[in-house]
């Protein structure tokens, strides 16, 4: 390996660190992140699979890294380096039976790289997020003896894994993975009590902080089989155990005036403060079936099937009246022709897909269920092995029903899928 491709290999670990930092910024705002672990995010967050529906349980490329199935690793070339970025951002609005608001919110979305290590062996490392929190939600009551009194339910923060990947191939056939996961994050909720109409009553604000840092497995199987004239079947199915995460957690309750509307707090007294209980977090185990369906350089389909058990979800030994949760994708992408000199748009990837998802949160007796339809190109740069990716997903999450909060969703992410030969013997320098 010659200097420059060190110097490269550097750079990448070093965004790869920093990287970290960006993932601390609440990239979500929704009211129905205060439930659990927050909003969770799949592993399927590439851009390349966003547009296909999220569809990733059963995908291969030697250009992407696919995270969701660490089976999938030992498509990587043999002598290739692979870099995989991107970003997402999302316009929201939300409505009940009477109001109706809009937010945005940007991040950085992934940071994954795939490299061999020996002829049946390959390996992966990358930054996820696992979950988001951002809400801020005022409710307003009435009671005879105070009158009227609001609170507000603010929170920040999500969950995040860096992980090492492992992808074997048994066969020409069948091929086994695994991820090490270490989870990292801080999630902060508060309430504020307060009363609109009278300056001489004093606040109270109620904030827990909880900081969580452990390490979890998920496996992935893969199955490969040609059928003939260029046409190959994939089949791919993942577990990922259940784990009891380590969590930190700081209590504090304390009266004030001010802090209303992000306002000075002038502390008055602290009522109850509990520092650095130690605790865990059970987060379930959770099973993943998928296959895909591939014209090799022109077309491909596939379907994923999810399912998670968060009715076993507990933090510090109490659960959160948690559903199980599951979601089905489907997905494709078709290329005119990946090798036409004549015409780039020829050479683009058109892809498409469509997921429902099932949620773990159930208001009032009614489930918060999503679906999104989602379409993207991959755009190849001209004389590189590097792609853009772009993809859009349309949406809806939750219900206007009981004066429920109802979502619909635009989301964008933007990746680059690098590609580069580092590891090429040369006959000559």
């Known amino acids: 390996m010659n200097f420059n491709r060190l110097r490269k290999i550097q750079l990448l670990l070093t965004l790869l660190t920093g990287s970290i930092a960006a993932f601390a910024q609440t990239g979500i705002d929704s009211p129905y992140s205060r439930f659990g672990v927050g909003m969770t995010q799949n592993k399927n967050t590439n851009a390349r699979f966003q547009a296909m529906g999220g569809v990733s349980n059963a995908m291969t490329s030697i250009r992407v890294v696919n995270p969701s199935n660490p089976a999938t690793y030992t498509s990587f070339d043999s002598l290739s380096f692979i870099f995989n970025a991107g970003f997402n951002g999302s316009s929201v609005t939300y409505r009940t039976t009477t109001q109706t608001e809009q937010g945005t919110n940007a991040t950085l979305s992934y940071v994954t790289m795939g490299f061999p290590v020996t002829r049946w062996w390959r390996s992966s490392l990358g930054l996820l997020p696992y979950s988001q929190v951002g809400y801020n939600i005022k409710l307003s009551f009435y009671d005879e003896q105070i009158g009227r009194y609001n609170k507000v339910f603010k929170g920040t923060g999500g969950l995040n894994e860096v992980y090492w990947g492992n992808g074997f191939k048994i066969s020409d056939h069948f091929s086994a993975g695994v991820n090490a996961n270490y989870i990292f994050g801080r999630n902060t909720n508060s309430i504020l009590l307060y009363s609109p109409d009278s300056a001489y009553y004093a606040n109270t604000k109620t904030e827990s902080r909880l900081q969580a840092s452990d390490f979890m497995l998920d496996y992935g199987i893969l199955f490969k089989h040609g059928l003939g004239n260029k046409l190959d079947l994939n ?137 999104g339809i989602s379409f993207g190109v991959g755009l190849p740069l001209p004389r590189t092995n590097t792609t853009i990716d772009v993809s859009a997903e349309i949406g809806r999450r939750g219900t206007t029903n009981k004066n429920l909060i109802q979502e619909t969703f635009v989301n964008f992410t933007l990746g680059a899928s690098i590609y580069e030969r580092w590891f090429e013997k040369r006959r000559y320098n």
């Open 235 to 371: 089949i791919g199915l993942t577990y990922s155990q259940k784990v009891n995460l380590s969590v930190k957690r700081e209590y504090l309750v304390r009266s004030m005036f001010g802090g209303v509307d992000d306002g000075v707090e002038y502390i008055l007294d602290t009522i109850d403060y509990r520092p650095k209980e130690k605790g865990t977090i059970i987060l379930p185990d959770g099973l993943g079936f998928g296959f895909s369906l591939v014209k090799q350089n022109r077309w491909l389909v596939g379907m994923d099937l999810n399912w998670k058990n968060w009715e076993k979800y507990k933090v510090f030994g109490s659960n959160d009246s948690l559903n199980n949760s599951w979601n089905v994708a489907l997905g494709g992408q078709f290329t005119p022709n990946n090798t036409s000199i004549s015409g780039y748009w020829k050479r683009v990837s058109y892809r498409m897909g469509t997921r429902y998802e099932h949620t773990y949160i159930q208001l009032l007796g009614e489930p918060i269920n999503e679906f």
